[in-house]
């Protein structure tokens, strides 16, 4: 059975989301970490619902999209790591370790 795993960088990008938009609106910040917090849980099923990021090749390193935020993710045998969230403006030049 497939598992979930955030790596620190995915840890560290939900809070640096929060603290950006907690000042403009609190409720909004908290939906958006929880949107975003459970939106891999849907991968459990369908690992390979994001699209390929064929520059990380022979990685496996997927793309979803939630809202406007994207989740990069891998999948490595029966887990998948989350790696990096980014709202679709910022910049993404960090690559995924």
């Known amino acids: 059975m497939m598992e979930i795993k955030w ?3 995915a840890v560290s990008d939900l809070g ?11 409720l909004a910040a908290a939906r958006t970490v929880q949107s ?3 939106a891999p849980k849907r991968l459990l099923e369908h690992p390979r619902l994001g ?3 064929e520059e990380f090749e022979p990685r496996e390193i997927r793309r979803i999209l939630v809202g406007h935020y994207g989740i990069r993710y891998e999948i ?5 790591y989350v790696l990096r969230i980014w709202h679709t403006r910022e910049d993404r030049s960090n690559p995924p370790r």
């Open 76 to 80: 490595r045998q029966l887990t998948i």
């Open 36 to 38: 975003l917090t459970a």
């Open 16 to 26: 640096r989301l929060h603290d950006f938009l907690a000042p403009v609106n609190r």
């Open 7 to 9: 790596t620190t960088e």
């Open 51 to 53: 699209e390929r990021l």
